[in-house]
Structure formats: structure tokens, C-alpha cells
């Protein structure tokens, strides 16, 4: 088909997450093109960006962001939908002649989505190219200061861990990608020159976490069995996650040949570090928790529902801009906002441009709520509504600034 006077659609590789590994090639495509397409995760991660902003910094400011959310499913039929959804949403931007560039983690050329698009879109006419980068094995090897290949005829296979039975005593270096679920089978079949402590939920991990019990803000308890003993821990930090921090935490203290007690008690003084979900308690009462370091949707679902479970008398969320949303921004901050509301959070304080959509969302949904522009307005508002016997939520994307917040009512109520 005869390829018409569009923009061109770029597989950029963005290597594996150590921003100096792309390459110059990437570097200026990514200050070429006008759209950045990157892949979305359910939780509304793009990490693929995430790097390539590392390298570039503020160089990618203004750029259009459009997040690719592609179906995580074994069905070929869903898949495909997934893939003609993404081309739906690259192809206006092309029409428009805008060059558009997909961001690939590692390479573009090996198990890459994008090689999905591309078909659809040469399919329908599109210019499509493909910029190199470093897979992750390639890294891995030059981290560890291991040749892949020991000499000029050895041989080195690639394979999807799907594969591994067909592989794995072929001679050479093989290197299996895409394992997921077959990862646990396939560490026992392999004899290892290390030792591997599996920790987790699993039935296949040595240090397993049996049960959990999540109390709000007070953090959770949890059971953790080893080969060596049963531990019952308390961690002062609030979500479900550190179940899994603790089981790490119960193998690595073993390892060291820490005694039950010394890991029961480490585990019961953990302190969160930056604003990380950080519980701050101040006089009469007053409760913040601090998660501002940064924000998505899946985040600030958890956070809200952390805030709901605190004990107190009354509950305040302040919530700000999430960035890098592209077309799901409106609809994502509107529905953070109705959460709030359908969880009985007592006031809702909504700051940032975006944020107006939260403050839409809440009133909508039956809440309280005020919106402010900025940070700067907000603070005396905010102030006032940290009384006593309150817990408030402080929570928004890294670039809104959120720790200034938190620093005032520290000021004002420590």
C-alpha cells in the first residue's frame, strides 16, 4: 500500500532503567518527535517514560504524553483488540503529521508491543522506523563483568520462558525473557551457584506469609514462616505491601544469623523513609499521613482507603494533580474524588488545575470538598481543618510540591 505524507511512527528503546544506557539515537527522537506514546500499567505507571525523563529532564516538558494501556490475557482475540485500540489512538496524531514516538524498555526489536502497532499501522499505510537499544540480559552481563559468550563459535539463545523446556540443555548461554508465571518452576529446575531464598505469598516461596491483618494507619500484622521458626510481626506502616517487605526482612535477618526476637523487634521499628505513606503524629491528636512523594490512581485508591480505616474523629484528604495521565486525566481525577466521597472521607481539599476535576467528582458524589489553585491558598484552609483529633491525607503527583504542605502543618501543630 502506498504510504502517504503522515507522520512516522518510531519504536524508540529506552533500555532496561539506567538512563545513560540510551542511546543518542533515542536521545534525538525523543526531542524530534512531538508525541511521546508510552505503555500504561493498570496502577498508571509508565516506566518506559519515567526513564526517558531521567535522561531528558525538562527537555520532554510540553510534549503530548499519550499513555498505551495494552490487555494482559492469553486470548489472541483480546490481545489483538488491546493492540488496535493503541494503533486507534497513535493513528489522529500521525493523520495530523506528527511523528509519534512509542517508548520500548530495553529493546525494540525483541518481545517489544510495538512491534504490534507497527504491523497495523504499515498494514494501513503509516511510515513506521525502529531506533536500537540495550536489552536488559546486554546490561545485565556488563553489570556482572560476564561475557555472554565465551568465545567466537559459542552459541547464545533467546527464548520466552514459555520455551525453557526446549532450551535449556542446549549448549551455550541461554537467555530466557518473559517468564512471569512459569519463574517459580523454573528456578527449581535450574542448579544455581547461589543460594535463592523465594519470600512472598507463594506456595513456592521458603519464607511465606500466611496471614495478614491491615490496621489502617497503625500498619498491619502479619505471620511469616521460614524452615527455622514462625515469626508474628508487627509493622508500624499502613498497606497490605509490607506483608511482602517482611518476609524479605525475616530471610535477610536469618541470613545474618539474627535471632527471632531481633528480627521481631527490627520489624516493629521500621520507619518509612521520605514521604512514602510517612505517619506523622501531632499534638491534640492530629494525624498526618504523608504520601506525597507521588501519585496515580492505584496509589491514591490505597491511600484513601488507608484514610478510611484510621481511627478518628474526622478525616481530611488533600489531593492534588496527578501528572501524565493523557486522555484518562479528567476521568481519573473525577473519579479519586468520588472515591473519596463513597468512602465517608469528611472533607475533601482538591488543589492544582486537575484537581478541579477531583473537587467536581466529590461534590457530585455527595461530599464535602474545596477546590484551590494552588498550594500557597490552600494552606491556611488546611490548617484550619487539621483540628484535633483529625487525620489528614497530603497526597499528589512529586512535581506539585506536596512536602511544602506537610512542612507547615509540622510547623504549626508540632
Request: charged share 20%; net charge negative.
Amino acid at each position: 500500500m502506498e504510504q502517504r505524507m503522515t507522520g512516522t511512527f518510531y519504536g524508540v528503546s529506552v533500555g532496561p532503567g539506567d538512563p545513560e544506557l540510551l542511546t543518542l539515537q533515542a536521545v534525538r527522537l525523543l526531542r524530534q518527535c512531538p508525541v511521546l506514546a508510552a505503555p500504561q500499567t493498570a496502577s498508571g505507571q509508565m516506566l518506559a517514560l519515567d526513564i526517558a525523563r531521567r535522561a531528558l529532564g525538562s527537555e520532554l516538558d510540553g510534549k503530548i504524553i499519550l499513555p498505551l494501556q495494552f490487555a494482559m490475557s492469553r486470548d489472541a482475540a483480546v490481545l489483538r483488540a488491546s493492540h488496535e485500540t493503541a494503533a486507534s489512538a497513535v493513528r489522529p496524531f500521525l493523520d495530523a503529521g506528527q511523528d509519534v514516538a512509542m517508548l520500548n524498555l530495553g529493546d525494540v526489536s525483541i518481545y517489544a508491543t510495538f512491534g504490534y502497532l507497527q504491523e497495523i499501522l504499515q498494514a494501513q499505510g503509516y511510515a513506521t522506523a525502529m531506533a536500537a537499544g540495550v536489552p536488559s540480559f546486554c546490561a545485565a552481563a556488563a553489570r556482572l563483568n560476564q561475557p555472554l559468550t565465551g568465545g567466537m563459535d559459542a552459541p547464545l539463545t533467546i527464548a520466552p520462558g514459555s520455551r525453557s523446556d526446549e532450551v535449556l540443555d542446549a549448549p551455550g548461554t541461554k537467555v530466557l525473557m518473559k517468564t512471569g508465571r512459569q519463574l517459580p518452576a523454573l528456578l527449581n529446575t535450574l542448579d544455581l551457584p547461589f543460594r535463592t531464598v523465594r519470600c512472598g505469598r507463594s506456595e513456592h516461596c521458603a519464607v511465606r506469609v500466611i496471614d495478614m491483618a491491615d490496621h489502617g494507619v497503625a500498619g498491619i500484622t502479619c505471620t511469616v514462616v521460614s524452615p527455622r521458626d514462625t515469626y508474628h510481626l508487627t509493622i508500624p506502616a499502613p498497606g497490605e505491601h509490607m506483608a511482602y517487605s517482611a518476609a524479605i526482612a525475616v530471610a535477610v535477618g536469618e541470613e545474618l544469623g539474627l535471632s527471632t526476637e531481633e528480627i521481631t523487634r527490627g520489624a516493629a521499628s521500621y520507619e518509612p523513609a521520605g514521604s512514602r505513606m510517612r505517619v506523622l503524629r501531632l499534638r491534640d491528636g492530629r494525624l498526618v499521613l504523608d504520601d506525597c512523594y507521588n501519585a496515580n490512581p492505584q496509589s491514591v485508591t490505597a491511600a484513601l482507603e488507608i484514610l478510611a480505616k484510621t481511627e478518628c474523629g474526622r478525616k481530611v484528604a488533600v489531593l492534588g494533580d496527578m501528572g501524565e495521565l493523557g486522555d484518562l486525566t479528567d476521568q481519573a481525577h473525577y473519579n479519586m474524588g468520588a472515591l473519596a466521597a463513597m468512602l465517608g472521607i469528611d472533607e475533601v481539599v482538591a488543589i492544582g488545575a486537575k484537581a478541579e476535576k477531583i473537587a467536581d467528582g466529590a461534590a457530585q458524589s455527595g461530599g464535602s470538598v474545596t477546590h484551590f489553585a494552588t498550594k500557597e491558598e490552600a494552606v491556611h484552609e488546611l490548617t484550619d481543618q487539621l483540628g484535633t483529633d483529625t487525620a489528614m491525607l497530603v497526597k499528589a503527583s512529586h512535581a506539585m510540591h506536596f512536602g511544602w504542605i506537610v512542612e507547615q502543618l509540622k510547623q504549626a501543630y508540632d
